[in-house]
């Protein structure tokens, strides 16, 4: 029990990190105008990969850990739910509550093995959709790029 309350203590503070360091998607410096917010309802601030790029080895495992992190801001009601939902396919993820703010979706392996295609670098458009508890519902402005690396596969 201890060791897991570690591990998910590591998680968190690991994905922080990453959060904190990475830029913004609706102007690339971490310093926003309150402005882009919405005044009622959810607001989709900021969404980043982590890592950039999702590499596939060459059983389709995932070679670390794959994450879509956004950040959610609603100053009035309470996110209830945010899911990451791709364009052009037929996939969404629902995302995990970290903070007050922060929302992770967790890619999993059948998830990537279905994403990736051998010897290419696919490039997926997914959306944040969010969610209040009176049923108000924001959306991303902006799609994140989500790359998904495969080796090329040969038999010998």
């Not at 994905?15 to 913004?24: E, G, H, K, R, T």
């Given at each position: 029990?201890?060791?897991?309350?570690?591990?998910?203590?590591?998680?968190?503070?690991?994905?922080?990190?990453?959060?904190?360091?990475?830029?913004?998607?609706?102007?690339?410096?971490?310093?926003?105008?309150?402005?882009?917010?919405?005044?009622?309802?959810?607001?989709?601030?900021?969404?980043?990969?982590?890592?950039?790029?999702?590499?596939v080895n060459q059983s389709l495992q995932p070679v670390s850990q794959s994450q879509v992190i956004a950040s959610v801001k609603d100053f009035k009601n309470t996110v209830t739910d945010v899911r990451l939902r791709f364009l052009h396919i037929p996939m969404e993820i629902p995302m995990k509550q970290l903070n007050t703010s922060t929302w992770v979706a967790n890619i999993q392996p059948d998830q990537l093995r279905q994403l990736a295609v051998n010897g290419h670098t696919m490039k997926y458009e997914a959306n944040v959709i969010a969610k209040d508890n009176i049923g108000q519902t924001a959306v991303s402005r902006t799609p994140i790029e989500i790359a998904v690396k495969a080796p090329e596969v040969t038999t010998s």
């Open positions: 029990m201890k060791t897991l309350k570690n591990s998910l203590y590591a998680i968190l503070g690991s994905s922080l990190l990453v959060l904190a360091s990475c830029s913004s998607i609706t102007g690339g410096s971490k310093s926003e105008s309150a402005k882009e917010l919405a005044a009622s309802g959810p607001t989709v601030v900021d969404v980043k990969t982590f890592p950039g790029t999702f590499d």
